[in-house]
């Protein structure tokens, strides 16, 4: 009897140990912590784009973005900045903003985000109306702001949670919210969540962490290549339906899809060479109910094209820039003010850490790797716009992150150094990337246009703390004052 009540004890302790997850707890109380710090605000012309499908959409019912564009351009050149103005409404001869065969104007922004956010636009509108929060119920009022930020802050919490358990699947505890903390809070995902908030990446990277998960299904010991990408119809399906969104957040993220691709083409040839030919018709039954998914998810993009463009394709504006060879791969790397390895190099050391990976399971390190060069390689292509001048980092890498923290966790893992030591280390990379989030913002935001500029860094590096605090109750009380269109809430 004594020994059955202690091994009862002894499960249930188990059972509580797995329900919580001190790791998995931390992330959240710090991701919560911080949210208060943000810059509740659009004004960005990016921003705007992914504002206006909501706006348009649930208040006016149409896709006719010009009261939208309006709205903030307003707003941009009351504070003198024209830059929305510019960008979406100023007329252009070779590249007019309002298609002449629709008659509407164009929007180069995907409208995945807009889809994603919409739970919480709806949810703002209906507390307006009840009087439960202030301002007007048009749509604009720093309710309906507020929500799209907090919507993008959450989906970038939901992408840390995915990506932490993800490592989880080889790692312990320790080493994953090492890596997960570390990799948010040391490259630009940290400034897309809480200064520059309404933008895409926060939905894009928990899409992609998503994708990921459901592609890997439950955590298994068995080697990638061994299971013979036997999904459930179900996982198939769902990850038809979650590529569908990835795309629509971002449309360069479909290259993830070579994730499960690679995998598939490994099982068809392991298959064939096993004639087994049941396993090999249900593996293609699947992959045809996955595309059918997949295309379908992609309709609500398909119809914003036809619907301003006159045709089920992206504006000239974006395909105009992309080129088939990527000329500027390396560049994205390694350039010297504007590379994401330079910037942030704790990206660096995440991608190390899939050589280790590769010990344990070489095919789906290597899987992997292809992801990350995919976007790397459509990065580089982009011929005009690859160094994201105006951006804070690398931000086209992002939705990387889950293959970073990956990387990192088993790194972490393998070289078994002191825990203090590699929390030390961790501050550091934090503390770097803080101080350019600090240049950014309160103090010179001239690098987000001129990049690293390596003679005078360290300087800035030092003296981004005493700046930081000269401008404190800005950082308080006032945040709207570090950007130029004071546009939305504070």
Same mark, same amino acid.
């Given at each position: ?12 302790? /188990? ?39 909501? !706006? ?20 941009? *050149? *009351? ?7 510019n960008a979406l409404l100023r007329p252009n001869p ?87 903390l570390t990799v948010w809070l040391a490259s630009p ?60 957040? /971002? ?21 064939? =060479? ?6 090999? =018709? ?18 609500? *993009? ?8 006159? !045709? ?55 899987l992997l790797l292809v992801g990350f060069l995919a ?19 690398? =931000? ?17 893992? /393998?070289? =078994? ?56 109750? *800005? ?16």
């Amino acid at each position: 009897m004594s020994s059955l009540t202690t091994s009862t004890s002894s499960e249930q302790t /188990r059972t509580r140990r797995r329900l919580f997850d001190g790791g998995l707890a931390l992330i959240v109380v710090l991701w919560a912590v911080l949210l208060p710090f943000g810059l509740f605000r659009l004004y960005a012309t990016d921003e705007v784009q992914y504002f206006a499908y909501l !706006r348009s959409l649930y208040f006016d019912h149409d896709l006719d973005f010009a009261n939208e564009y309006a709205h903030f351009a307003a707003i941009g *050149q *009351q504070n003198g900045d024209p830059a929305v103005y510019n960008a979406l409404l100023r007329p252009n001869p070779a590249d007019p903003p309002l298609n002449p065969e629709t008659g509407r104007y164009r929007n180069v922004a995907p409208i995945g985000s807009a889809i994603l956010w919409s739970p919480f636009y709806v949810a703002a509108d209906g507390l307006v109306r009840l009087g439960m929060l202030s301002g007007p119920a048009d749509g604009y009022s720093p309710a309906y702001i507020t929500a799209v930020c907090i919507a993008s802050a959450f989906y970038t919490l939901l992408g840390l949670v995915l990506s932490y358990r993800l490592a989880r699947r080889w790692v312990g505890a320790w080493a994953a919210t090492i890596a997960t903390l570390t990799v948010w809070l040391a490259s630009p995902l940290v400034f897309y969540t809480y200064v520059q908030m309404p933008w895409s990446h926060g939905a894009s990277f928990a899409m992609v962490a998503a994708f990921i998960t459901v592609w890997l299904g439950p955590p298994r010991q068995q080697p990638l290549r061994s299971r013979h990408a036997q999904l459930a119809w179900g996982r198939w399906l769902a990850l038809g339906v979650i590529g569908g969104l990835m795309v629509l957040t /971002r449309e360069q993220l479909g290259l993830f899809l070579l994730l499960p691709a690679g995998e598939s083409l490994l099982a068809y040839w392991d298959l064939g =060479r096993a004639r087994d030919w049941a396993a090999l =018709r249900r593996l293609l039954a699947q992959h045809v109910a996955f595309v059918a998914v997949f295309a379908l998810s992609l309709t609500p *993009q398909l119809l914003v094209y036809q619907a301003l463009y006159g !045709r089920p394709r992206p504006s000239g504006t974006v395909s105009g820039k992309l080129n088939l060879i990527s000329y500027h791969f390396f560049d994205t790397l390694f350039d010297l003010r504007r590379g994401a390895f330079l910037w942030s190099p704790i990206l660096l050391l995440g991608l190390v850490g899939l050589a280790w990976l590769w010990r344990r399971d070489r095919w789906l390190a290597a899987l992997l790797l292809v992801g990350f060069l995919a976007q790397t390689y459509i990065n580089g292509a982009f011929g005009s716009t690859w160094h994201l001048r105006g951006s804070f980092g690398f =931000r086209r890498l992002i939705e990387c992150t889950p293959i970073f923290i990956i990387g990192l966790a088993v790194l972490i893992e /393998r070289l =078994r150094w002191p825990r203090v030591a590699v929390a030390a280390l961790a501050l550091l990379f934090v503390l770097w990337n803080g101080g350019l989030v600090v240049q950014a913002t309160v103090s010179n935001t001239q690098i987000r246009h001129d990049g690293l500029v390596w003679s005078t860094m360290l300087h800035d590096q030092m003296a981004a703390p005493k700046r930081a605090w000269n401008k404190l109750d *800005q950082l308080l009380f006032n945040r709207c004052e570090l950007v130029k269109n004071c546009g939305g809430s504070q």
